[in-house]
């Protein structure tokens, strides 16, 4: 695989930005990109000659930031062969320098919640009762399990949208429910409408497919209709995130659910769905449109951990996804579809005590925000994890990449959009309890500072985020 220079001057953005030589903050901006995994490891990078006549500055700038990452361990070269990207021994172990001293990082890269500790306890100890049930059976749930089919079908019930457990595939979570969509749907080079910004692992994938994506910026107050209908029309697919948009927290408003004309199928992720903060609970999108299909998980409304997710869509895509699905994996663990059906089937009084908690965290970051960066704007959202701070200055990848200095860990702006964009914007989860929140915004004022002053990274961002 190769990234050609027009290529990589869209994900560079405004590199150029800020103090300091040019070949600094080239070879920051590329390791950045790799830590990311904004560049894919073992990608081939343009010639020297090629970069710079596309970035528009001297060669010698691009040979002295590529011989940089070289000694850094973030590019190798193999005998005359173009450099391909990498990453140092250190970062493959997932540990930072940080870490290695002891020390957590506080991480504000995820926008995750704990497990609700007692309930999912239960949730187990009931799905060990029911196991040896399924213990005759070989096991392979390629569709999923009746029991989890209807509990799904029921909460799309309950939240106003007819379903019934055919149109249900139980999948490894959402992440891989957009992968074997995305696998199954699309063609090579295929246009995808995404909203812009939009959630990074969806991106990445679709960067894998060699889809050509078409963004469309969300407003301050939320979805431009006729920039959507403009740009679905003629295009293979859209991904959208209208309840609770990550990384905004904004909700498509009921009367725009009927409204919006899309010219091609949607997939519309729900994994944030059940966290309505601030609105009623939306009617799932596809109550409004027949080529829409949705994909749901418990990983936002219980825990990442159970890595449970679903895709609904018509029965006979559901078969067609089933059989597509055997390609990669042969189902999805049968403990843990049980222990997502005892959850799923108490979701009324879990649900409850985690809005508050989340509703509580919200206020708190909020209040923290406004007193440290009073000149930073917030857009609060109505629901979802996480709040979207624009910042005066296009710091944001500056800040991702020193905040493992002060004991921080960050998601670039640049990670939710394309060709760079959103550098003045910071995703902020408020799904961290008061402790944390208070330690991470202590952090993130050093981090500011130091970015300010004009400190250098010394040290390797993780590159993970949900
Ligand atoms: C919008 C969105 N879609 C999908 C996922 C992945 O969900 P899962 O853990 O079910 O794979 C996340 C996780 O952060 C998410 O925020």
């Not at 408020?430 to 990274?457: E, F, K, Q």
Request: aromatic letters at 4%; charged letters at 20%; a neutral charge.
């Amino acid at each position: 695989m190769h990234t050609t220079a027009p290529a990589l001057d869209r994900l560079l953005g405004d590199w150029s930005a800020g103090t300091g030589p040019a070949h600094r903050k080239l070879t920051e901006r590329i390791r950045l990109l790799i830590l990311d995994g904004r560049l894919s490891l073992g990608v081939t990078m343009p010639g020297e000659r090629d970069l710079a006549a596309t970035l528009g500055i001297s060669r010698t700038t691009v040979a002295t930031a590529y011989a940089a990452l070289r000694e850094t361990g973030y590019l190798t070269t193999h005998q005359r062969t173009r450099s391909t990207t990498t990453v140092p021994a250190a970062a493959h172990t997932g540990h930072h320098a940080t870490d290695l001293l002891g020390a957590e990082l506080i991480d504000f890269s995820y926008a995750s919640p704990p497990a609700p500790g007692a309930a999912l306890h239960q949730a187990y100890t009931w799905a060990l009762e029911q196991l040896p049930r399924h213990l005759p059976r070989h096991g392979y749930a390629q569709i999923g399990l009746p029991e989890l089919r209807e509990a799904v079908a029921t909460r799309y019930r309950a939240r106003g949208l007819a379903t019934t457990p055919e149109q249900i595939l139980i999948t490894t979570g959402a992440q891989h429910g957009l992968h074997l969509l995305v696998r199954t749907l699309l063609r090579p080079r295929a246009r995808v409408v995404v909203d812009h910004p939009t959630y990074p692992h969806a991106l990445h994938l679709l960067r894998t497919t060699a889809a050509r994506i078409t963004p469309v910026a969300l407003t301050d107050t939320g979805w431009d209709l006729p920039a959507l209908a403009a740009a679905t029309s003629g295009a293979e697919l859209a991904y959208l995130l209208p309840d609770f948009h990550n990384p905004t927290g904004m909700c498509l408003a009921p009367a725009e659910r009927e409204r919006i004309r899309l010219g091609c199928p949607a997939v519309v992720d729900e994994t944030m769905a059940e966290l309505a903060l601030e609105t009623d609970p939306p009617v799932p999108l596809a109550a409004h449109h027949r080529d829409v299909i949705s994909v749901g998980s418990v990983s936002k409304t219980f825990w990442g951990g159970l890595r449970i997710g679903w895709i609904r869509a018509d029965t006979g895509l559901i078969q067609r996804l089933a059989q597509a699905r055997a390609g990669t994996d042969l189902g999805t663990p049968i403990l843990e579809q049980l222990a997502a059906t005892a959850l799923l089937e108490r979701i009324d009084t879990i649900l409850p005590t985690r809005l508050e908690e989340l509703r509580q965290g919200r206020a708190h970051l909020l209040s923290l925000l406004g007193e440290h960066f009073p000149d930073w704007t917030v857009a609060p959202g109505v629901g979802g994890l996480s709040v979207w701070a624009m910042m005066p200055d296009p710091i944001s990848s500056t800040l991702a990449a020193l905040a493992p200095q002060h004991g921080l860990r960050l998601a670039a702006g640049p990670r939710f959009g394309i060709g760079g964009a959103f550098e003045r914007h910071l995703r902020i989860p408020y799904s961290l309890d008061t402790p944390a929140l208070d330690a991470g915004i202590h952090a993130l004022t050093a981090t500011v500072d130091g970015a300010h002053s004009g400190h250098r990274a010394t040290d390797t961002p993780k590159t993970s985020l949900a």
